[in-house]
């Protein structure tokens, strides 16, 4: 007679699933889930596979998606997903199936961010069209434009950003440690618990300045690499020596022994100082505790001062450079720190004209405000005879899923008749 029937070893049991498998992880594309295997009984060792299954609403297995892992994908979008995982022992196997996951949603949208200003196009003159850019955006797509130009005073920061500085810092923050780069080029670092917020060098506009205080208070730049002939502008209002290592220099802005813009405190009576090249000393003394717009240029074979407008000395050489990280209010933290405010500092890639530097000077007392045109709202604008003698912006806002934000172009040049 036939034996009973055959049985498995004593004690083998096939795998039996007493915990479902779950899934870890966020249903949006883009993201990542993992498989966890649930809890199961049966002889050791049992082995795993995975189907990932798309539901929508019934549930079919996505091809290749076979492991523990599965990234969710577009197709998946609107649907649930579950896994599948099979156990597997000497003695048999079984499959257990996760719940679903929440309806799949899109990839998280980020919102738009400028990585470079619009640009008008144009000749600023009554009659003629000029044309705005959209400027360079990241963010996700799509993203929409919108337009707004205004029409601005031609107070200090107009005519300054008329002349296109590669970076332009106004150090009007009232708090934070970054210093906004106007030109959106390369913001500085606020250090060492400098004071902002205090009364700033234009008497036409509200924009406040940075207080040091000569012991360690300084803003550091990243490197502008400018390779060529170049600009420094700012306003100082010296208070008195540097409190830190040797006295008797202040710094307005250096990085090393050789590039720096020092203030004498004491021995020539107020002289700028630079040393690219020898010692270069401005033909004018600068008084304490009063401001003074201050601009060394560099044009490939001459260095100048100009000091409130005004030319303060040359000297003919070929050796500077300001082409390194800087720190303004110090040239290495060691000694000869700025104590008092300092505002609006500005470089620029070439030489300034003595013409331009007066303007900038002569514009201290104007309002820089800017006034929205109305029904302006589009990506041309062509000027009209109330726009004379005033310079022009457009704002461009982008918008996408996540959010708006905003890009104002630097000024045209002022509007001629
Ligand atoms: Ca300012």
């Known amino acids: 007679t036939p034996t009973a029937k055959v049985t498995t070893g004593s004690g083998s049991t096939p795998p039996v699933n007493t915990g479902v498998p779950t899934i870890g992880g966020s249903a949006q594309v883009g993201q990542t889930l993992t498989a966890a295997n649930g809890t199961w009984t049966g002889t050791a060792p049992i082995s795993y596979t995975y189907q990932w299954n798309r539901c929508s609403p019934g549930c079919a297995a996505i ?28 003695v048999g196997n079984a499959t257990a199936t996760s719940a679903q996951t929440a309806t799949v949603t899109s990839a998280s949208a980020s919102p738009p961010v400028n990585t470079a200003l619009p640009a008008v196009t ?39 950003s008329a002349d296109n500085p590669l970076s332009y810092w106004r150090l009007g923050e009232a708090s934070g440690t970054t210093a906004a780069d106007q030109q959106n080029r390369n913001a500085g670092t606020y250090l060492n618990g400098i004071t902002l917020g205090a009364a700033g060098a234009l008497t036409g506009d509200t924009d406040t300045a940075a207080s040091f205080d000569g012991s360690n208070d300084a803003v550091s730049f990243a490197n502008p690499a400018l390779t060529g002939p170049f600009s ?38 107020g002289k700028l100082l630079t040393q690219f090249d020898g010692s270069f000393f401005s033909t004018v003394n600068l008084s304490k505790n009063a401001w003074h717009h201050i601009v060394y240029s560099w044009d490939g074979t001459t260095e100048r001062f100009y000091i409130d407008g005004a030319a303060a000395g040359s000297h003919a050489t070929t050796k500077p450079a300001w082409n390194a990280p800087f720190t303004l209010g110090s040239y290495d933290g060691s000694d000869y720190l700025f104590k008092g405010r300092l505002d609006e500092p500005a470089l620029y890639n070439g ?8 303007n900038h000077y002569a514009a201290r007392t104007g309002s820089s405000s800017c006034t929205p045109i109305s029904g302006a709202t589009t990506n041309t604008y062509t000027p009209v005879a109330a726009d004379t003698g005033n310079t022009l912006t457009a704002t461009v806002t982008a918008t996408n899923s996540a959010g708006t934000a905003n890009a104002t172009s630097t000024p045209t040049a002022k509007v001629t008749p």
């Open 63 to 90: 091809p290749g998606a076979t492991t523990g892992t599965y990234t969710v994908v577009s197709a998946d979008l609107g649907a649930t997903l579950t896994v599948s995982v099979k156990g597997t022992n000497s």
């Open 232 to 269: 420094i502008e700012l306003w100082g209002f010296l208070t008195g020596p540097g409190s830190t290592g040797a006295t008797g220099y202040a710094t307005l802005l250096g990085y090393d022994y050789t590039h720096r813009i020092l203030w004498d405190t004491s021995g020539t009576g």
């Open 351 to 358: 030489a300034l004209t003595p013409t331009q530097i007066t």
């Open 122 to 160: 144009g000749t600023a003159q009554v009659g003629q069209q000029l044309s705005v850019g959209n400027g360079t955006w990241t963010g996700t797509a799509p993203i929409s434009y919108s337009y707004q130009w205004k029409r601005c005073g031609s107070g200090y920061a107009s005519t300054v």
